[in-house]
């Protein structure tokens, strides 16, 4: 959901020449394009395309460049390529100091700065405010925008109206974060739902077992075997407790799932696990005790359904969530069947979540990864460079696993350094690129050993 999230991230949309060859939208757009330029420039960042020194630089400990809403717009490819092709900036030169004390000076920006937990959103309320009641009333800036040979007053007004929808669309993002965090947590609602329903699975290919066998009794010439067949399996004291227990009825009763559409799976693991060694083992056992018959399903599971490829093709097309979960959720079911050798048939399924702080991890490390992004690229962009590693190079996957690993080690006290470390190298092994765990390993120590020498992270 993370890597999701910041890779559709656009807290600001660029908006694209207009097709028309009017002399107010050609005029416009440019004026658009350099008023974008100039509260970039008024907020303290180099905006001109040979490096020529701007009014701006006089001017030291700049509070608006301490705004994260422009210098996230800043870092655009598009603000870039802007910048690389030359603009109408120094037209505004003479005012550009002028504007920057009315700005500071202005009731909105001191409101502003009383406000004790702004955020981006309220960063980009404000510029929007600066817009219309300082900047587009301001005779002498329009003086300057007339040094432009194509000047009109509806161009200086589409001009206006599409600076103040770049900075108003950031709403979109929010939309986005809403439906992101959402997505989080059905992904793990849907995970619960899989351990369930992997359980369930073990019932469904013993009670179509005890179908055939009762279909072989009805057959017009049965075999001695077909009256009175081994019921060792379909009386199995595991599957004997899944499907009386507590829990699972509990669950069942409020998610209605089952393995009704997936008949050909169902029959398709039964065969295989009928022709196994490990069910030719079990079946010759003569006696059996309820320890043994969970260690049986325990291998089933490890051995046969866990491996099989059309259930995680059948998982699949039921879920998108489903894709990563198997692995996960076939350990807990492993883990609980042991749970059931070792503590008989009254063990507790296992939680969707440990404890409270366990179910408030998630969105909290969602949060906090979000909120710091920005601060842990330049950690990454920083040692990555060190490292002589083309910061171009460097998969979007392992950005996000790093930014993800950061917050847990600079958010989360109680979680020792080995645990993180090991947990987010598995992580890029599996989900990213052979070298990526031995890569992101490097960072991760050097942006700690950093942390430590700036005395903001005390763990050992």
């Known amino acids: 959901m993370l890597y999701s999230y910041l890779l559709t991230r656009k807290e600001f949309k660029i908006e694209s020449a207009p097709e028309s060859v009017s002399r107010d939208k050609r005029y416009g757009y440019a004026l658009y394009l350099d008023l974008l330029l100039l509260i970039l ?91 219309t009641t300082i900047i587009s009333r301001d ?18 007004d589409l001009a206006i109206k599409m600076l103040i929808n770049t900075l108003s669309n950031y709403s979109d993002t929010k939309a986005l974060l809403y439906n992101s965090k959402n997505a989080l947590i059905t992904s793990l609602d849907k995970a619960n739902e899989l351990y369930y329903k992997l359980l369930l699975l073990a019932v469904e290919i013993t009670n179509m077992q005890t179908s055939r066998l009762e279909a072989a009794k009805n057959k017009y010439l049965p075999t001695a075997d077909d009256i009175n067949p081994n019921t060792k399996f379909i009386d199995n004291q595991f599957i004997e407790a899944i499907v009386n227990h507590r829990e699972m009825h509990e669950y069942l009763s409020k998610n209605p799932i089952s393995w009704e559409n997936d008949y050909v799976l169902v029959r398709t693991l039964l065969d295989r696990i009928i022709s196994s060694e490990i069910y030719e083992k079990y079946m010759a056992e003569k006696t059996t005790d309820f320890a043994a018959d969970c260690e049986f399903w325990r291998d089933i599971f490890k051995n046969i359904i866990l491996q099989s490829e059309e259930l995680s093709e059948s998982l699949e097309s039921q879920s998108v969530y489903w894709n990563d979960d198997l692995v996960i959720m076939g350990t807990f079911v492993l883990k609980s069947i042991r749970q059931f050798t070792n503590g008989g048939k009254d063990v507790k399924l296992l939680p969707k979540f440990k404890d409270d702080e366990d179910a408030e991890f998630g969105p909290q490390l969602f949060d906090a990864t979000i909120t710091n992004a920005e601060q842990y690229k330049e950690y990454i962009d920083r040692f990555v460079n060190e490292s002589n590693w083309d910061p171009d190079r460097l998969a979007f996957m392992d950005i996000v696993i790093m930014l993800t690993a950061i917050t847990e080690i600079t958010h989360f006290p109680l979680i020792p350094l080995p645990v993180s470390l090991n947990e987010y190298i598995e992580i890029a092994n599996y989900y990213s690129t052979p070298k990526s765990g031995q890569f992101i390993n490097g960072i991760l120590y050097s942006i700690i050993n950093y942390l430590k020498s700036e005395g903001k992270l005390n763990k050992n």
Do not use: H
């Open 139 to 156: 005779s002498q800036v329009t003086e300057c925008m007339r040094k432009n040979s194509l000047f009109t007053l509806a161009g200086r």
């Open 41 to 131: 420039e008024l907020s303290g960042y180099n905006v001109s395309k040979d490096g020529a020194k701007s009014p701006m630089s006089a001017i030291s400990n700049n509070p608006l460049k301490q705004l994260k809403a422009l210098k996230s717009l800043y870092t655009y490819d598009e603000i870039k390529s802007i910048i690389s092709r030359g603009s109408n900036i120094n037209d505004f030169d003479e005012v550009k100091l002028s504007l920057y004390n009315q700005i500071i000076n202005s009731a909105v920006f001191k409101d502003f700065k009383k406000a004790k937990s702004a955020g981006i959103e309220d960063e980009v309320k404000l510029w929007v405010s600066i817009i």
